[in-house]
């Protein structure tokens, strides 16, 4: 069974604090995606990895960073956490290629930022 | 570029009878389109997708949805809801062999029982 694991499913962090948020898919994908989700907005595209060490920016990557040092792992970074951050974080990973589609998803990890 | 609209953030149906969720969409390029499920508090789910085969396509759950070129349009229906069927739902585009996707807002389904 497929998997992708986001390691915090609830997370309450302090401004100015340094947050990370791991995840981890064992499907041996390429392509590794974060989103945030906030009600009324959808989804919106932080940072995606197509393949290790390789990043590009979405559609909003400010206060955002990450790092892709292994295929399975993509881990998003808050440098300073503000409370605009407080939001739900969701992990995707997929196949690479224009006739694949599919992204799996995580959990998500709820962050709050006090 | 590419958008999607989903025409209608909430939904509400009694048990037993059809569920009617519409997607609208825009894109420069010959399109995938997918259809996920959010129950709370999960991550989201794929019910189905069309990628340039047939136009009606058949997901999982009793969903189908049909691709409708000369209306931009990928509504996603369902005969008869069930309780379980209550979640949100958001329709996604991707341009052909592009990779980046764009999600419609959601829309939440109210099953009553």
């Known amino acids: 069974d497929v998997k992708v694991t986001q390691s915090s499913r609830y997370l309450v962090k302090r401004t100015g604090e340094k947050v990370f948020l791991e995840c981890v898919q064992d499907m041996d994908h390429e392509n590794m995606f974060w989103y945030r989700q906030d009600p009324g907005l959808g989804l919106r595209l932080i940072y995606f990895?197509?393949?290790?060490?390789?990043?590009e920016k979405g559609d909003i990557p400010e206060g955002y960073s990450v790092s892709r040092e292994k295929k399975e792992r993509f881990s998003l970074i808050l440098e300073s956490a503000s409370t605009n951050q407080t939001s739900m974080y969701l992990c995707?990973?997929?196949?690479?290629?224009?006739?694949?589609?599919?992204?799996?998803f995580g959990e998500g990890s709820r962050l709050t930022v006090l | 570029a590419q958008s999607v609209t989903q025409l209608d953030s909430h939904v509400s149906v009694s048990e037993g009878t059809p569920v009617l969720l519409r997607c609208n969409y825009s894109?420069?390029?010959?399109?995938?389109l997918f259809w996920y499920v959010q129950h709370p508090n999960k991550g989201l789910q794929l019910l189905l997708k069309?990628?340039?085969?047939?136009?009606l396509v058949k997901g999982i759950n009793g969903f189908e949805a049909e691709f409708k070129k000369s209306e931009t349009s990928f509504h996603l229906t369902k005969p008869s809801a069930h309780m379980s069927d209550a979640a949100e739902y958001f329709c996604v585009v991707r341009p052909g062999g592009y990779q980046k996707v764009t999600f419609g807002i959601g829309t939440k389904l109210q099953v009553i029982p």
């Open positions: 894109s420069s390029y010959s399109p995938s």
């Open positions: 069309y990628t340039s085969a047939a136009t």
């Open positions: 995707a990973s997929r196949l690479p290629g224009p006739n694949t589609g599919e992204l799996f």
């Open positions: 990895s197509y393949d290790v060490k390789m990043k």
